[in-house]
């Protein structure tokens, strides 16, 4: 026999069950490899199906032939041993041992043997597959598969998500939306809707009831986006007309400045003269330098809430000037600032925490001037009121005691004054500023 007929006639037979055996084993290394990688996916959130694939088929590929030539290709005694138990009873077995003799009973054997083999089908020898390798297969086929598909739908990418960013703003009438990217995956994206909100879109303010020197105006203003969205608020009194503001910082005390207007006469001539509170939306905080001196017309005086200094000679020789209020925020009255105001009969000074600063000759020689109302804390120079020779009351908001340690600042200027007490005694009040600009500008809105 000739090996060769033996294998052309039955090795293709065995060849292919060799080839079997090895295509179940490498899927079944390759299904446990995909396996693998789908745990991987799914505990650390990345998407791998197609490095499962990817491994099936390498394993495949690569699979096949090694299994093939390690373990299943065939081998002659094994397809002998194969043949025999078709039914040739150990004829084939026989023969290959006895290939080398050359004796009759040998070639007698052979020959019998081979026309055994030619008469025979090949189909007699069955391909035998172990039901083990079909298990194994299937098993974890079936785990495999089904891990992968869970892992492909529901591991997905565990997001590492960016800011919120809007892409259309809400407006006062229209929800808006923002949108965010996931640092992982740009194509992975979430959008959240912005709630209408009170981003109106104003138009500018327009005066509805315009200021006068001493009355409060109001503007308006409207929303673009819708017309029931009106905003009002208050525009301060305008003053009186012709007034000179510049600016100026001054302060309340010595570490608090604040910024605003310094204000003057201008070509103000009126005999009753309104100062606003604030202009060009800051402050009016101080009578400027002389602002005012000389304005022989000047009979009546309104100063603002929110003044603080009132400087140099500001209304010296106002002789008209019959009576001034200075408001509670003004902290200091610098030098000469009265100084010959003949028709001043009456000064009151508001009440206020800080304490107020009357530098000297302040109010000298008002010689009309009858009665002052001073604050609790005042501190006077000498020489505030020299020359007042009708100054017959002095209006104290304050004690005996406290009155006495500020008049021991002036000499025998005010001894025979008569001063009238609000308090029978009290502990002097710690100075302080209860004066804000911030709350000045919004008590517009208050309105
Ligand atoms: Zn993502
Ligand atoms: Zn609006």
């Known amino acids: 026999m000739k090996n060769k007929e033996l294998s052309d006639k039955y090795c293709s037979r065995f060849v292919a069950e060799g080839l079997i055996k090895s295509a179940l084993c490498a899927s079944t290394l390759g299904f446990a490899l995909s396996l693998i990688s789908a745990i991987v996916s799914l505990s650390t959130g990345t998407k791998l199906i197609w490095l499962s694939a990817l491994l099936f088929l390498a394993a495949d590929a690569v699979g096949i032939p090694l299994f093939y030539y390690a373990k299943f290709r065939p081998k002659t005694m094994q397809m002998a041993n194969?043949?025999?138990?078709?039914g040739l009873q150990e004829r084939v077995v026989t023969m290959l041992e006895l290939a080398d003799e050359q004796t009759t009973l040998a070639e007698m054997q052979r020959s019998d043997t081979e026309k055994q083999l030619e008469a025979s089908n090949p189909k007699r020898v069955k391909i035998i597959i172990p039901v083990s390798q079909i298990v194994w297969l299937l098993a974890t086929a079936l785990?495999?598969?089904s891990l992968n598909v869970f892992a492909a739908f529901y591991s997905g990418c565990r997001h590492d998500w960016g800011d919120w960013i809007v892409t259309q703003p809400a407006t006062c009438v229209s929800a808006g939306q923002e949108v965010r990217f996931c640092k992982k995956e740009p194509s992975h994206f979430e959008k959240r809707p912005i709630a209408v909100n009170d981003a109106h879109d104003w138009a500018d303010w327009a005066v509805s009831v315009p200021a006068k020197a001493d009355e409060y105006g109001e503007e308006?203003?409207?929303?673009?986006?819708?017309?029931?969205?009106?905003e009002r608020r208050k525009i301060f009194p305008s003053g009186s007309e012709g007034l000179h503001f510049s600016e100026t910082s001054t302060y309340i005390?010595?570490?608090?400045?604040?910024?605003?207007?310094?204000?003057?006469?201008g070509s103000?001539?009126?005999?009753?003269?309104?100062?606003?509170?604030?202009?060009n939306e800051k402050p009016v905080v101080s009578i400027a330098f002389s602002g005012f001196e000389n304005s022989r017309q000047l009979e009546s005086l309104h100063l603002p809430e929110g003044l603080i200094f009132i400087d140099v000679r500001a209304f010296a020789n106002c002789i008209s000037l019959k009576s001034v209020t200075i408001p509670s925020s003004v902290t200091l009255l610098h030098c000469d600032s009265f100084r010959y105001c003949e028709s001043l009969e009456s000064v009151v000074i508001e009440d206020a925490r800080q304490t107020v600063i009357i530098y000297q000759t302040a109010f000298a020689y008002c010689k009309?001037?009858?009665?002052?109302?001073?604050?609790?804390?005042?501190?006077?120079?000498?020489?505030?009121?020299?020359?007042?020779?009708a100054l017959s009351d002095i209006y104290y908001n304050g004690s005996e005691k406290?009155?006495?340690?500020?008049?021991?600042?002036?000499?025998e200027e005010l001894s025979?004054?008569?001063?009238?007490?609000?308090?029978?005694?009290s502990a002097p009040q710690k100075s302080e500023s209860l004066f804000s600009v911030a709350a000045l500008l919004s008590k517009r809105k208050s309105f």
């Open 416 to 425: 025979s004054v008569t001063v009238h007490f609000s308090k029978e005694s």
């Open 143 to 145: 785990v495999s598969l």
């Open 268 to 279: 103000a001539l009126a005999s009753e003269i309104y100062i606003p509170a604030v202009f």
């Open 253 to 265: 005390s010595a570490n608090k400045p604040v910024t605003g207007y310094a204000v003057s006469k």
């Open 368 to 389: 009309n001037l009858k009665s002052i109302t001073l604050p609790e804390n005042v501190y006077l120079y000498d020489d505030a009121f020299e020359g007042c020779t």
């Open 402 to 411: 406290q009155w006495s340690e500020i008049a021991a600042n002036c000499g």
């Open 220 to 230: 308006t203003r409207i929303c673009k986006n819708c017309s029931d969205h009106i």
């Open 82 to 86: 194969r043949l025999d138990k078709s």
